[in-house]
């Protein structure tokens, strides 16, 4: 059986945009739009933990240029699709 994948909540999410002022952890640029990404620095694979700890706040450029490491990408409707 499959386990479900890790997600953080919505008051994780409130939380982090509200630690990280509302600008990507990366580059610092404010984040207006909806296009923000809460993205997991340890894989939640690895340890589970879906906590303001491992949360980071990105905007789509520097979120995709974490991704582009991984074979596969998940697109907006939920499938997985290979890159």
Request: aromatic share 10%; proline share 6%; net charge positive.
């Amino acid at each position: 059986m499959r386990s479900k994948r890790a997600e953080f909540s919505p008051e994780t999410k409130i939380a982090c945009f509200k630690r990280d002022k509302g600008k990507c952890r990366i580059c610092t640029k404010p984040i207006v739009t909806a296009a923000r990404y809460y993205h997991f620095p340890v894989p939640a694979e690895l340890d589970r933990l879906a906590d303001l700890d491992n949360c980071r706040l990105l905007c789509i450029v520097c979120y995709d240029k974490q991704m582009q490491h991984l074979p596969w990408r998940k697109r907006f409707d939920g499938t997985v699709e290979r890159r």
